[in-house]
Structure formats: C-alpha cells, structure tokens
C-alpha cells in the first residue's frame, strides 16, 4: 500500500495588530503531528477502443469511478497500446500502483509477461486469463445470457432469419455466438443465422471500427435479416446506425445500449464490467484479493438482460419469452457448454 503523509503544521501568532508600536510574541510552536493514511492505487488498462465505446471500456470504468467513490482509492486509466502495450504495462507497474486492471484477452500475454516482474503488484485481467501468482482472472460465462438473446432474436424474427455481428475470430466472440445459436434453434430449429465477423483471427482492431460494422450490418438487413445480435464492442455503435437505417432490430452486448437508440435497440445482454472492476478493488482495499480465477455467471449477476423495450417487444412476444427465461432459470432447460476444438 502507498503511505501518503500529510503533516499538520500549527502556530499561534497574536497581537500582530494593535495601538502603538507593533509587539510579536515569542510564537508557540505546536508538536507537528503526522497524519498517516494508506490510500491504494488503481490503474485500469483499457483495451482497444478506449473510453467512449459505450460498451466494455465505458462500463468498466464506470465500476471504477464507483469503487473511487466508496473506497479512498486514487484511481487512472491508460489506453491501450497496439503495438507496445506490454511495455506500456510494465511502465504503468513501475509507477508502483498497487493493482493494475486490464480489459479483454489483448491484454493478456501482456500481463503473463509483466507480473513476475513487480511480485509485489496486483495484477488482474477482465474477460480473459492470464498466468501469474499475482493475477486474478476474471472470466464471465455468457452462455445462458446470449441463449436468452438468442431465443428473443428468434421470436422477432418474423421471417425467421437473424443475423450474429462478431468483433473478431476471438475465443470469447465465438463463445458468443455459440449460446446466441443454441437460444435461436430453441425457439426456432429451422431459422437462419447469418454470421458476419468484422476482424479475422485475433484481429483485435475488429472491435473498434464502427464504419465496417454498419456496412457489414447494413448488408444483413439487405439480406433479410430482422434482427442482430452484435457482440463488435465499440464498433457495435455502427451496426446501431444501420439498424436505424434499414428499420431493423438489434440487441447488443457489453452494457445497456437501449437509450442509444430506442427506436431498433430491443435489449442488451450485459456483461457487467463494473461488477467486476469493482469486486476487485473492494477485494484489494480489504486485503482479501487473491490471484487466481474467478468465474462471473448468470446466475451471480456478473451477466444479465436488460429489460425489453416495450414499444418493440409485442406482449404475446413478451409472454412467450418470459416463459423461456422462467424454465432457464429453473432449470428446465439445459445450455451446451461450449468446448474450445
């Protein structure tokens, strides 16, 4: 922890003003008393993209600011840096923070490489895992949240043809699209997934084009797709744009986007960042961060669904999709874990 000291120095002057010739009294030096208060530091490693997303980034560090308000804790963000980042980590450790967060599986060799170099720091990645004594991994399982999205999807989709916008050829985006796909065939076995991805295999900067997203998201809708589930973080806010154009639906992932636009955002799986941004610092300001994984599911909160828009949702939709959840959460019905071939 990071001893910051602050020393209160007090001295009584009196009589400085007063009739006749000025008189200073010998000062009266008080004993300086020193203030020792340990106040933790927090640098949060973005990952591409950065702040303004929307999605991922915004929402982790919302987690941020809340913990910097319940916790006396001095908090930063850094960007992420496509071509240095593990020399930008190892810069921002050197600073002597005593937890570093970073966001998403770009950041993870990154952290594997730095973290035995600060024994002494917290290290945690987001989203992904990273090896180390001294790194937490926090990982969610979105599987039961993208079945729901999928089963949604497939309710709206009045001709049944729906459309799966992936960021990139990642293993979290492709785990993504296997929940969506499962929750589509459940409702639906005869519909038609579409599946686009804006950047190739760990190609990372997929998550950050919106222009590229509203192309390949318009040419969907084109297509006769009725709706889009977009798992592209920022570039997402692309495939919003085109939704709007072409008169479509969309449910989107990350954090709740509907107030983006009402109009064609019918809800959001949310993966909810500031939950656990936010568990680790607690952790850390009660000394009980540990390294190691720790996995954040539907059922503990760490993903959800964001309520359905009623203006795009009819009612019998909405009966029927309640009905899917209910039987989700009570066990009747049975997500395929996903298996990394």
Do not use: H, W
Not at 47 to 60: E, M, P, T
Not at 120 to 132: L, V
Not at 210 to 219: K, L, N, Q, T
Not at 322 to 330: K, M, N, S, T
């Amino acid at each position: 922890m990071k001893i910051v000291r602050v020393v209160l120095f007090a001295s009584l002057l009196a009589g400085l003003f007063g009739c006749g010739p000025a008189t200073l009294p010998a000062p009266t030096v008080e004993t300086q008393q020193e203030v020792v208060r340990e106040i933790p530091q927090v640098a949060l490693m973005l990952a591409r993209g950065g702040l303004g997303d929307k999605a991922f980034n915004d929402n982790a560090n919302e987690g941020l600011e809340r913990a910097a308000q319940d916790f006396d804790v001095e908090i930063a963000t850094f960007d992420y840096q496509p071509d240095t980042q593990e020399d930008n980590i190892r810069k921002i450790a050197s600073y002597g923070y005593d937890l570093v967060i970073a966001l998403g599986s770009e950041n993870s060799a990154a952290i594997t490489a730095v973290a035995d170099d600060f024994p002494e720091t917290k290290f945690a990645i987001i989203d992904a895992s990273a090896e180390g004594a001294n790194v937490t991994s926090v990982t969610f399982s979105e599987l039961e949240g993208d079945f729901l999205a999928g089963a949604l999807a497939a309710l709206l989709a009045d001709n049944g043809k729906v459309g799966y916008l992936g960021g990139a050829d990642v293993l979290v985006i492709r785990r993504i699209q296997f929940g969506f796909e499962q929750g589509v065939k459940y409702v639906n076995p005869d519909a038609g997934i579409v599946v686009e991805y804006i950047g190739g295999v760990d190609d990372f900067s997929g998550f950050a084009r919106p222009e590229e997203g509203e192309r390949i998201a318009s040419g969907m809708y084109a297509d006769g797709v009725d709706v889009i589930y977009g798992a592209a973080g920022g570039s997402t806010l692309g495939a919003i744009d085109a939704a709007k154009a072409a008169n479509g639906l969309i449910i989107t992932t990350g954090s709740d986007q509907r107030y983006l636009a009402p109009e064609v955002v019918v809800t959001s799986r949310t993966k909810n960042m500031d939950q656990a941004v936010y568990r680790l610092i607690e952790g850390l300001v009660n000394d009980t961060l540990a390294g190691g994984s720790i996995q954040l599911n539907y059922e503990l909160g760490g993903i959800g669904l964001a309520p359905l828009s009623a203006d795009l949702v009819p009612a019998s939709v909405s009966s029927e999709f309640d009905q899917i959840r209910a039987d989700l959460e009570a066990g009747k019905i049975s997500v395929r874990p996903f298996e990394v071939n």
